[in-house]
């Protein structure tokens, strides 16, 4: 590296604006009141639901779930700080794969789990025995 000043500004970086020296726009303390308050109502509305007893089991499971998938995405985006802007994309795209090998491991392991008995060797009724 050279010792001219002026030696990153020809490689398209300025010593003063380095890529990590400003903050995401929603880095402020209302941006993290607004994740907390959504985090609180997120958590608020399946803990009623289950107390109450408004609904059927099945349907509860299905509001808690999507619930836990819309709280995964604030905490994502108001504390973790990811967007498509964040590090050029990749932190998002990352996700996207973390996301889709999860997926398909979870569903693999759940379709061999419930089909298991049914691939398994049949057993043997003692009674028929002599």
Known sequence: MSA???????????????????????ATTRGYMT????SLILTAIPFWLVMSGMLDKQATIFVIMGMAVI???VHM???????AKSEGGWNL?????????????????????YHLNTNMMPTHDMRQLP
């Not at 001219?4 to 929603?26: I, R, V």
């Not at 985006?77 to 967007?83: N, P, R």
């Not at 795209?93 to 789990?113: D, E, H, P, Q």
């Open 77 to 83: 985006v108001f504390f973790l700080h990811m967007d």
């Open 35 to 38: 994740g907390f308050v959504a």
């Open 71 to 73: 709280q995964i995405c």
């Open 93 to 113: 795209l990352a996700l996207a794969f973390t996301i889709i090998i999860v997926a398909i491991t979870l569903a693999g392991s759940l379709w061999v789990m």
């Open 4 to 26: 001219d000043p002026h030696a990153m500004e020809h490689h398209g970086h300025s010593p003063d604006h380095g890529p990590h020296d400003t903050a995401p726009s929603h």
